[in-house]
């Protein structure tokens, strides 16, 4: 037992280092304001409004009812009327992520490559790194780090619960039931292969808390280019879902149609809710995907 | 053991598993390959579909076949199938085995005695008896006596060839007085004998006759002959009906310090239907005269090396006349029948004495020469105690000369008496003189006397013990006419007349000729008949055995020079040289007359045979291996059909096809197609980069021109497709109006050609962006960076002009947007330009009159191309600063790329100064 735990934790130290090799090169991520809502926790960055911080915004002629306390006096030295120094609104936002674990997860098609899960779990923490840099609370929905928190401790308890094997794993995963943190920002890494219900149903719950986010669908390449023929008997990764053809190659296009026609709904989904969709294959970059979601979550694509 | 031609099956009944095929080929059919199942978590994707084709059931015929084969390949392997087998040979009774052993079969000589080893052996397995004849030898006194094979098993190692022919007719004379029935394998030389007819003859008599022959040709060396001054010989073939290799012929002998070395080699090559190619050795007189022997290299038979005697040799010779000859009485000078003997067949040197003593002579011959006296007569005596060899003959000066008549000169033979005769002229009684025979003791022994041949005149002998001795011809009153001795290890030799017909008639006979040539002072030039030999005994001083090796002839007897010439060598009388006297004869077994044929005329019982018999050879284990490559085969062919040997894993060009389709843009044109790229490049802008060989440099250079690409698509009216990269040494520049030059450390410097292309690019009004890529590391140009001194290196063969730091003023501020700065993802480095002509600046007007040219060149190192990469998605490939400053430095990089194409397209048209009031105002605020 105590070995399995002290397995775990060296799986947690090696994710960690190698989500902040991925994240290290990227600057601090400076969320931004626009929708930070009645959350009142400070965080350090301006929220391009006025409000209590440290970081000075700008002068306002004093009006009937402020505080004499209040007034610049070396601002208003220089004229006849009475200033007020204003600073910035600065708080912290709630970063809502959700890595998909189900068994569809740890598919790989090149056995020296990388599973999905493997990417999804690295790419979430890599973001989680950039935002508690940045001074953003993050928390891990589906897992004992749901609770937001900023800080180290927190990072360190994303990666235990990351490297850690959740048991009895289900086929397909769907998104979290839990509430999000209303007004926050949410990342869902997950393929989205599961039942079309489920998936959806959870996409647009998510979505009813005036919180806007990012889907990132991860893919292995087999998943793309349907490199089968023959005589073939598929089967989910626990082999719950099975499906015999006798010529795998002619249903390559009615499976990239399908595939399209999920991602159209994903994206459709995502539009309708005020999210963004990406793509991401195993065999690409974990930097890009990373510089992307810096953008997304930053606001600035 | 069944067999079916060279072909036999040592266990014929397995092959009824053979039957089993057909069951099998049924059996297989109705199986399909198994379906394979893979874990796939796209399965949900596929519920639901069908299958629009179905995959055969059945396995394929191809697959079916190469299993039947691989088992088929099985049964026929276990049924020991053997090529060539050994057929049993049933017949009993006694066996003749003859050997040809002659010279010709002495080159594949093991080959024979290995098929008579073969032959012995099976006839001892069968426990027939044996009788084993070598043809060229003598005949077995106590006759045929069949034994156990063993016993000639055990002397075959001791047979070797002969060096002469077989004698077939003997053999075949000697055996009608044998009694004995007998079936015979004979392994003939393959070359024709007299008594062929006969030999094969008696031979089917007896029973059955098996002969083994070679089917190639037999070679020979004829004798050398000397002819205009050259060596000639021919090389010999039997059979002109097949086709035959240049031979290599080469001239062996004696160097200097006594070892053998070839002296000259040729090449024979026969013409497609000659029995015979002649060879020609073009020597000096030193080398030739040392030739002893020529052969064909490679050939190891006595029929190969053709042994060289005096034939060959020519003697070098001085001759002295006592008195200048005149030019106009050739008949009458001394010399004339002299030379007219030796002419053909030796070197004469015609000389002062000194200078003939000079030139190392075999013979000296004088005609009437009186006295010798002073340093040259030293000389003389000298040589001739050394070896040489003095032929005088006498006149009127030596008769006149009183010498030796007093005391015995070294220099003549015998003491002569002053004054000489007379006989049978006009004052004097008698007749002239004919000659006596010349007794046995003489040289001249067996040579005929002509009976027209008289002397006339002579001088005398004085009558002494050892007169006697010392005569080799006489007169028929018992004056002596020649006489000589020996004198130190050469000779002296006095002929008592005059070498012209002064005194007799002796050098107008034929006589005279061969006299010389029996005193060995001139060398035959033509082959001695049996008449010129007649009554010699010639003694062997080496003899050459079957295979051409030349050893010491031991004690074998002297054989008659008329037998030597006529007959063909046999064992009494082996080829070899051959010694009388002072003189040489070479027998050859190839004469002059010799002709090789083949033997024909086999009756047609005879089975014939060649050496090459095929060797038993078991097919087992080479079809086993065949079967089981067959059955790995088809381990490979059942994956191929089931799928599962093109896994998920062989994908990459799947993905790359799709990832090409995701991309908005044409995908890059291939700069191979020449033809196309140019196309491309005339009908269209296209923006190029620089192929430095680093695949990631190029990729980011291709990523970056895209993204440019497309921003200057969103932005300006310059609307470029997809970029294309550029191979400097092979694609053509003109094209393209911009070149993107990233520069790299381990880039390879242009090729003059391809520096030919930039300069004319450059001077036609190309624009080349060098990056140095390295402003992060303090690289700004000169700084000295690895890729900093690499540019320098590239530009340095460029013609270039001189450059200068982007002065605030130039136009590249303002093409299109207005810039302060060039950032890539590097940012406040300074960008060099052509430097502008020396113009004052205008107070008040923010911009210098520089209305004329565009830079060539643009040279930094802030890596715009990677501010410009982007994905095949669209999205930024590189972080380019921080936050939204970074965003910001990212906008001004493409700002400047659209600025810097901008200049590329329209040139100094924003430095016009009718753009300057506007530039002003939105300047001025």
Known sequence: MSKAQADIAHDAIWLRRDAEKVGGALPPLLASAERLAASVAMGGHGRKRAGTGETFWQYRRAMPGDVMTAVDWRRSARSDKLYIREMEWEAAQTVSLWADDALAMDYKSDPSGRSKADRAKLLTLALSVLLVKAGERVALLGTDAAQPRSGETQLRRMAMTLAQEREDRPDYGAPPQERITPGGRAVFFSDFMGPKDEIFDGLARAAEHNVSGVFVQIVDEAEEAFPFDGRVIFESMAGVVQFETQRAKALKEAY?????????????????????????????SPRQALLWLYGAIGGQI | MLSIGSLAFLTPWLLTALVTLPILWWLLRAIPPAPAKRAFPGVRLLLGLTDPERMPERTPWWLLLLRILALALAVLAFANPVLNPRSADLARGPLLVVLDGSWASAPNWQDRLARTADVLDRAGRNGRTVHLHVLSDPLPPEGLSFRDAASWQQRLEGISPNAWSATRGEFATWLTDQDAEFDTVWISDGL??????????????????????????????????????????????????VAQAPVTVSAIGLDPNGLERKLGEAQAIFEPDALAAEVEFDLPVELRNRITRISIDGLRSAGAVALSDDGLKRRKIGIVAGRASREEQNLISPLHYLRTALEPSADLIEATLGDILNAAPDVVIFADVGTVAGEDRIRLEDWVEKGGLLLRFAGPRLAQSGEGQLQEDPLLPVRLRAGGRS????????????????????????????????????????????????????????????????????????FHVTANADWSSLPLSGLFVQMLDRLAVSARSFAPDAEDLEGETWVPISVLDGFGTLSDAGLLAGVDGADLVSNPPSALQPPGLYEAGDRQIASNVISAETELAPLQGLPAGFVQEGFDVAEEFSLKPLMLVLAFGLLMLDVLATLFVSGRLTGPRVVAGGTAALLALALTLPQEASAQDSDALAQLATTQTVLAYVQTGDSRTDQISEAGLIGLTLVLNRRTAIEPVAPVAVDLERDELAFFPFLYWPVTELQEIPSEAAYAKLNMYLRNGG??????????????????????????????????????????????????????????RYARTPIWVEAAPDIEEVDGMPFRNLNDGVTPVVMGSNDWAAAWAVDADGRAMFPVGRGSNGSRQRELAYRFGVNLIMHVMTGNYKSDQVHVPALLERLGQ
């Open chain 2, 423 to 494: 006989v049978g002229g006009a004052l004097s009684w008698g007749a002239p003189k004919t000659l006596r025979p010349f007794p046995e003791s003489s040289p001249f022994f067996g040579l005929s006397v002509p009976e027209d041949v008289a002397v006339t005149s002579q001088v005398m002998a004085q009558p002494d013990p050892n007169l006697p001795e010392r005569v080799m011809a006489a007169l028929e009153d018992g004056t002596p006419l020649v006489t000589g001795r020996a004198q130190g290890t050469g000779r002296v030799i006095l």
């Open chain 1, 256 to 284: 990239l149609d399908r595939l399209a026609e999920r991602r159209a709904i994903l994206q459709d989904t995502a539009r309708r809710t005020g999210w963004q969709c990406l793509i991401h294959r195993t065999s690409q």
């Open chain 2, 767 to 824: 624009m080349i962006l060098f990056d140095t890529r390295d402003a992060h590391l303090g690289g700004t140009l000169g700084s000295g960076t690895p890729n900093g001194r690499m540019l320098q290196r590239l530009a340095a063969n460029l013609d270039i002009p001189p450059l200068e730091p982007a002065p605030e003023d130039h136009v590249l501020t303002r093409t299109f947007y207005l810039l302060q700065d060039f950032p890539g």
């Open chain 2, 192 to 241: 024709a004998t007299d008594g062929d007819a006969d030999f094969m003859a008696a031979l089917a008599g007896r029973g059955t006759v098996t002969v083994v022959q070679d089917a190639r040709a037999t070679l020979g060396m004829g004798a050398p002959r000397f002819e205009d001054g050259k060596v000639l010989a021919s090389v010999l073939r039997s059979r002109s009906d």
